[in-house]
């Protein structure tokens, strides 16, 4: 803008507005409360070295595994080290579907600072545009329910589509702030969580393609997880850990 003038008196925020800003800040000030409280032992539904490898099929329904390269992967930065404890990336091919790709990446502090990647930050930097978001419901069986995050993204050579999830202690948020307060409420209960990345994708024609590929590989895998896998992927309420 070039206009040089004072501006107008702003008008006072909306009533969504002061809410969000209200909420914001109760939010701030729990997650300040909670982690003065935070223990030194970690929650985790991994105890000891994570080795995601064994936790996975190589082969789902007619896919088969057949590289760990080609994915998109988070952006390197100076944290990169510290972001995951384990990572595991998976192309699975299918003689009469569309090939997914698996990506799972286990953090086993999850502290309020240092927070899973979400692929709306490592989509775009591998030069992708975000063309289409919604929420995908996933029955993990069990009665677990878990909220599928569903992106069409766009780069100048390729579509790829992708149905991911976090898991931060028992919870999945959907969004940044819910990732703050999952870690406020699991120190509140005396808990450092333990927070994972699950994600699928694929390239298709369209959505509605997408959507019923990745379903139609992701079905059956979770039908072939053993507990561990379980709780790797959807924390108590996917098995319960055994007892220490």
């Known amino acids: 803008m070039s206009d040089d003038r004072d501006p107008l008196p702003m008008k006072l925020p909306s009533l969504v507005t002061r809410r969000s800003m209200i909420a914001g800040g109760l939010l701030a000030a729990t997650a300040a409360i909670a982690n003065s409280r935070r223990p ?18 190589l082969k789902v329904g007619d896919w088969e595994y057949q590289t760990s390269s080609g994915l998109v992967l988070p952006p390197p930065d100076q944290l990169s080290d510290r972001l995951y404890n384990a990572i595991i990336t998976r192309y699975y091919a299918s003689p009469t579907g569309l090939p997914v790709m698996m990506l799972v990446a286990y953090n086993g502090v999850q502290d309020g600072m240092l927070q899973v990647h979400r692929p709306e930050v490592c989509y ?27 992106l069409a993204t766009r780069s100048v050579s390729r579509f790829e589509q992708l149905i ?53 590989f992701i079905e059956p895998l979770f039908a072939e997880l053993g507990p561990t896998a379980r709780r790797l992927l959807f924390g108590e309420a996917g098995a319960p850990l055994p007892p220490r």
């Open 164 to 216: 991911y999830w976090t898991r931060i202690g028992n919870d999945f948020p959907t969004e940044w702030w819910q990732q703050h307060w999952a870690v406020a409420k699991e120190n509140l209960k005396g808990r450092v969580p333990d927070g994972v990345l699950i994600r699928f994708s694929t390239a298709a024609p369209d959505d509605q393609v997408a959507i019923a590929t990745l379903k139609r």
């Open 40 to 57: 030194d032992e970690p929650f985790r539904m991994l105890p000891g070295k994570p080795k995601l490898n064994p936790l996975f099929p």
């Open 124 to 150: 775009p930097a591998a030069g992708y545009r975000i063309e289409e978001e919604r929420i995908v419901p996933l029955d993990a069986g069990r009665g677990v329910r878990v909220p599928g995050h569903y």
